[in-house]
């Protein structure tokens, strides 16, 4: 126990987590923020959110963030919760030298505030 309350959302005030796992070893923000994604990673969705995304980017709609997966296979699982899946694959690693930030959270799926058009493209269903 590291002493922070979750709200109902299961989010955390990120100072107080900081200073909580400082109780037992050391973490700044700036180590927090030092995640380094892969060069590649996958985002699925519903074929309904298709035309939005390819005008708009990845966005996080109700979340927080934009989720993203390591692997096509977990997020074509994703995507199936929305019937027909649509997979994209995001050019992480570039994005992450263009300055956009990244996090990975305990579950391991990847974490942004936005994906814009330019770094992401449509894969095949054969893929």
Not at 1 to 7: A, E, H, N, P, S
Not at 23 to 30: A, I
Not at 57 to 76: C, E, F, K, N, Q
């Amino acid at each position: 126990m590291i002493g922070i309350t979750l709200d109902e959302h299961g989010w955390a005030n990120v100072d107080e987590l900081i200073a909580g796992i400082n109780q037992t070893r050391p973490l700044t923000m700036e180590t927090l923020e030092q995640v380094t994604p892969p060069e590649i990673l996958y985002h699925g969705t519903g074929e309904k959110s298709v035309a939005l995304i390819d005008v708009q980017g990845l966005l996080p709609m109700s979340r927080l963030y934009v989720h993203l997966s390591g692997d096509s296979d977990t997020a074509r699982k994703v995507g199936q919760r929305h019937r027909r899946p649509v997979i994209y694959r995001v050019f992480s690693g570039k994005m992450y030298e263009d300055g956009i930030s990244f996090y990975r959270s305990v579950n391991g799926v990847w974490l942004t505030k936005v994906v814009p058009v330019k770094y992401f493209e449509k894969m095949s269903t054969e893929e």
